[in-house]
């Protein structure tokens, strides 16, 4: 558990079940696997189009009394077709019906980004809304409404820049407590991550693994990165193991995504393993500043975004 006391959230479990791609027929089976290993928490989204399943799965465990519903942290996140005022809490209670949950852990806006409400990955330049339109203060006044009426614990973002996570933590009422981004030893992020334990934001690392699938068409791999593989072969664990350990060990929550039992115990074990201080400091050094998920698919041509704008660093360097 990892507990964030300058803005009062205790215990979210600091590794929990990323659920992105995670197909139907296949996501089940997978969150009751998690919960038979020991995992307490799940990361969704409404946009991953399995959380029917997932609640499933959850209500399954509850019945068997494989897990009591306190013991269990549930996130979800809201689309960016829902920013509107009066959107959040449909698309709330959709999640939750859908979850088979009466009240999430934490709800977090997804993108700082937002699309007209009939519109689910948006193909024209028309169908974004740009943030001076519909300014994120509006969506997360909702937000704070939300927590009042006790359908989430908590609120917090994701994807959000530290610019914006500034402007947005000088109007909240509710602070947000998390933010959730892409961090790994590629991406490190120290800027975000002194400014999150600055202000007692608890950073969320999604992406852990560099996504795994997507390194096989990136130039970048973690997997087989020759520093990762050497302290892989010291520690006598696996690479993944290596990068979730390196994450856990600088204070960041992960949420490793895999529908395959081994790798769900072995990335959970990680929990277990600590790297010396001089190991941390040679991963600190293999930084590229590189994103898996740059969010170009929401800056086409003629669209109010850019990936330019989403990033505090969005440079990319060479190995
Ligand atoms: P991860 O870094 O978690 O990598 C997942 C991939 O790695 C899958 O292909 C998985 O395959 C594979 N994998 C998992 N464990 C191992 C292992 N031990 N050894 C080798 N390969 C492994 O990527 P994600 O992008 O999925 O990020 C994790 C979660 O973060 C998401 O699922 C989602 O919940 C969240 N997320 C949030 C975002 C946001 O915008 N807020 C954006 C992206 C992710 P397999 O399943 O076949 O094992
Ligand atoms: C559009 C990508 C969402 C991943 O969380």
Redesign the pocket.
């Known amino acids: 558990m990892t507990d964030c006391p300058k803005n009062g959230l205790a215990s979210i479990p600091e590794i929990g079940l ?5 197909k139907r027929g296949e996501v089940g089976t997978a969150v009751s696997t998690a919960l038979d290993i020991g995992y307490r928490h799940i ?3 409404s946009i ?1 189009n399995n959380e029917r399943e997932i609640g499933a799965a959850i209500s399954q465990a509850i019945d068997d009394n494989t897990i009591k519903r306190e013991q269990l942290w549930v996130s979800s ?1 809201l689309w960016n077709n829902a920013h509107a005022a009066k959107h959040v809490r449909p698309a709330l209670e959709r999640s939750l019906k859908n979850l088979q949950l009466d009240h999430l852990d934490l709800y ?1 806006i ?2 700082p980004v937002a699309f007209r409400a009939d519109i689910t990955f948006p193909k024209q330049p028309d169908q974004f809304i740009s943030l001076e339109d519909l300014p994120i203060i509006e969506t997360w006044r909702a937000m704070e409404k939300m927590v009042r009426k006790g359908l989430c614990r908590h609120i917090g973002v ?2 959000f820049n530290i610019r914006l996570l500034k402007e947005l933590q000088a109007q909240a009422t509710i602070q947000p407590i998390i933010n ?3 961090l ?1 030893p590629f991406l490190q992020q120290p800027k975000m991550v002194r400014h999150c334990q600055k202000t007692g934001v608890q950073l969320t690392a ?9 390194q096989q068409v990136d130039k970048y791999n973690l ?1 087989t990165h020759r520093p990762i593989l050497s302290l892989a072969t010291k520690y006598q664990c ?4 290596i990068l979730l350990a390196w994450s856990l060990q600088r204070g960041t929550v992960v ?6 039992p081994t ?1 769900l115990k ?2 959970f074990q990680a929990t277990d393993l600590h790297l010396d201080k001089a190991d941390m400091e040679t991963i600190s050094r293999i930084d590229r500043g590189y994103r ?2 740059d969010g170009a698919f929401f800056a086409p041509p003629g669209s109010p975004y850019s990936v330019n704008d989403f990033w505090d660093d969005h440079e990319k360097v060479d190995v």
């Open positions: 990323g659920t992105w791609k995670a990361d969704c989204a991953y996140k977090l997804h993108w994701s994807n959730q981004i892409e790994h999604y992406s852990p693994l560099g996504s795994g699938q997507r997997f696996s690479p993944a193991q949420i490793p995504k895999s529908i395959r790798r072995e990335n898996f998920l």
